[in-house]
């Protein structure tokens, strides 16, 4: 029996799709296209500047081929599929996208980015690598800084503080929705799927209108709540509730999602950059609107920083408020950050959170498959024991 999804849903669906009518209607009217890579780039700048962010994370494994002639096959398959997507023309957001906004969060996207400014203007953000650093701090309000000129010269726009604030309380509310509509799932009954839930979250890195997505998103939230008051659920009560942290993951590259609940369980609670890491944290929407953007996005719990103790905060925070069951660490092949801390996430399920942990390393193609089914629903049986690995 298939559950019934909110009446609004089917907007969602294939939404990156559809948002490209609208991205032509704004270039046609000199609207600037932004695309973007990472949440570490502030947004709301780009919006108080007249131009509208697209994402151009690349999520499949088609492109990648293309990408291999020129970066080295030891390479995260998010930058071989972005890139590859670059080198072969094949993305319409690439074409829509007059500049781009890089980052240096790791070490393969800052020497892929060398090479995509070749093809597209490029303005790369460097991070710093600390959070709880004055000097830091300073070093990424001067980024932020150099951002709104490169924004004011490309789009010949003026970034004002007023109108920053406006965009940080527009994101903010957007942030907020988002937060609410995740929180559904923190109880039985779940009346989104995390695979559902992920395309909602993601959507949000293809909009033109805000006001219009965000009415879309008030929408979905009513529509949910009046689900779970009815009992209407996507999973029996006793489905092993499972948190999903890790690499982004996407349309085309969340196969291990599919897995999860294909083999009986639901992902309650995404925890990675397409979920809790992008609308977890808002800005202060008091003071220096610019120092608030800097402060909110330093803050952001990504392996690349160092140390990154916010991610195990929030971990902990969620795995309490969504009463999960089991933790699911997805690596992508070659991300080292991520790996690196698989190990102290481990130690964190397993002796402080007592709850069963598994780590999973694995690329954008399908030749890994059965095996991750063995091992996850291996996994949940345990999960559903009620006990540690």
Not at 14 to 31: C, F, I, P, Q
Not at 67 to 96: H, M, W
Not at 151 to 178: C, F, K, Y
């Amino acid at each position: 029996m298939t559950t019934p999804k909110p009446p609004c849903f089917a907007q969602f669906e294939n939404w990156a799709e559809k948002s490209l009518l609208d991205l032509d209607t704004a270039r046609r009217e000199g609207v600037k296209i932004a695309g973007v890579f990472c949440t570490y780039a502030p947004l709301e700048l780009v919006r108080a500047a007249g131009a509208v962010p697209v994402s151009l994370c690349g999520k499949r494994q088609d492109p990648i081929s293309a990408a291999e002639r020129q970066l080295p096959a030891n390479l995260c398959p998010l930058i071989k599929s972005s890139y590859g997507y670059a080198v072969t023309d094949t993305c319409p957001f690439l074409a829509a996208s007059d500049f781009i906004l890089g980052e240096t969060t790791c070490d393969g996207k800052k020497k892929m980015f060398e090479l995509l400014q070749k093809i597209k203007p490029l303005h790369l953000l460097h991070l710093p690598y600390l959070q709880d650093d004055e000097t830091a701090l300073t070093f990424w309000m001067d980024q932020i800084r150099r951002m709104q000129a490169f924004l004011e010269q490309t789009t010949g726009q003026l970034i004002t503080p007023d109108r920053v604030r406006q965009q940080i309380h527009d994101a903010n509310r957007v942030r907020e929705l988002l937060k609410k509509i995740a929180y559904m799932a923190s109880d039985h009954p779940v009346p989104l799927s995390g695979q559902d839930a992920m395309r909602v979250f993601e959507s949000s890195s293809f909009v033109v209108n805000l006001t219009a997505f965000t009415e879309l998103l008030e929408t979905l939230l009513q529509e949910l709540a009046v689900m779970k008051a009815q009992g209407i659920s996507v999973c029996p009560a006793d489905a092993p509730r499972i948190l999903l942290t890790g690499c982004p993951v996407g349309k085309g590259s969340d196969k291990v999602l599919k897995l999860i609940e294909d083999s009986g369980a639901v992902v309650v609670c995404l925890e990675n950059c397409t979920g809790f890491k992008n609308f977890d944290l808002l800005v202060e929407e008091s003071g220096d609107p610019f120092e608030a953007l800097a402060r909110r996005y330093l803050r952001i719990p990504c392996s690349c920083m160092s140390p990154n103790q916010g991610r195990f905060e929030l971990i902990s925070r969620l795995t309490r408020d969504f009463k999960v069951q089991g933790i699911v660490d997805q690596t992508w092949q070659c991300c080292h950050t991520y790996n690196v801390e698989a190990h102290g996430i481990k130690n964190l399920a397993e002796q402080s959170l007592n709850i069963p942990f598994l780590h999973i390393e694995t690329d954008y193609s399908e030749s890994d498959t059965e095996q991750l089914r063995t091992r996850i629903e291996a996994f949940l049986e345990v999960v559903a024991m009620g006990r540690p690995l």
